[in-house]
């Protein structure tokens, strides 16, 4: 029973290039949300989705990162034009339910690390 | 708005101590509660969760109880091993579509 399945574990880009990292939730979950860790600091929510749907961008800066889940396939968090400041942790996690739903869990993979030079 | 508050880390343990992290919240409604740990170059992993005031959540010997008088959900475990070094996060599932809202973690180190 594979859990959330995140890829690229590790990216480097320059500065100006284009990041893509992609997740795989857990069999049997439609939900997907993203967050970011940056270095020494917690887990920031950026961007929730469910299969074809945008649910919460609230976390998502506005400008370079998108977001998308589409009906086949993994979850995709794109950011373009990277600078040095998106070096971070990015989490992809899923569950079952609907985030809001009591007793929902939501579970992570092991995260992608992007480093800009 | 929602929010979570861990007290602040390193905390150095001797193996075979007890080990206190605090975690208190605010929020509105009822939501549940979490404790994730992240063992160092991996991702996250729950450790143990309860969904309503007095539910206590219990995974490898670390425990937690849902106080809703005290807007608290402390982790504890009586005695700590070596292999439990990690950062723990405290969590509530307290967004606007119920995503998970984090503490700032508390780095944990245990020596031999």
């Known amino acids: 029973n594979a859990g959330v399945m995140q890829n690229p574990r590790h990216l480097v880009r320059r500065r100006g290039q284009e990041a893509r990292l992609r997740c795989s939730p857990m069999?049997?979950?439609?939900?997907v949300y993203w967050y970011r860790q940056l270095p020494e600091e917690g887990l920031k929510f950026m961007v929730y989705?469910?299969?074809?749907?945008?649910?919460?961008e609230s976390g998502m800066p506005k400008e370079r990162f998108s977001a998308e889940f589409p009906k086949e396939g993994p979850s995709i968090l794109r950011i373009q034009q990277v600078v040095r400041g998106d070096s971070a942790a990015y989490f992809c996690?899923?569950?079952?339910?609907?985030?809001?739903?009591?007793?929902?869990?939501?579970?992570f993979g092991e995260g992608s690390w992007l480093t800009v030079v | 708005g929602n929010s979570v508050t861990q007290m602040e880390g390193p905390v150095t343990l001797s193996e075979e101590a007890f080990l206190t992290i605090n975690c208190t919240y605010t929020?509105?409604?009822?939501?549940?509660l979490f404790w994730y740990v992240q063992y160092p170059g991996e991702g996250l992993q729950l450790l143990l969760k309860?969904?309503?005031?007095?539910d206590k959540g219990s995974n490898k010997g670390f425990e937690a109880t849902y106080r809703k008088e005290t807007t608290s959900f402390h982790l504890e475990k009586g005695s700590v091993q070596v292999s439990d070094s990690a950062v723990y996060f405290c969590?509530?599932?307290?967004?606007?579509?119920?995503?998970?809202?984090f503490g700032k973690g508390t780095k944990l180190s245990v020596k031999p």
């Open positions: 996690a899923s569950s079952r339910f609907h985030g809001a739903e009591v007793g929902n869990t939501i579970y």
């Open positions: 069999k049997g979950h439609s939900h």
């Open positions: 989705l469910q299969k074809e749907n945008i649910i919460d």
């Open positions: 929020a509105t409604g009822y939501p549940s």
């Open positions: 309860a969904t309503k005031a007095d």
């Open positions: 969590a509530l599932s307290g967004g606007s579509q119920g995503n998970l809202i």
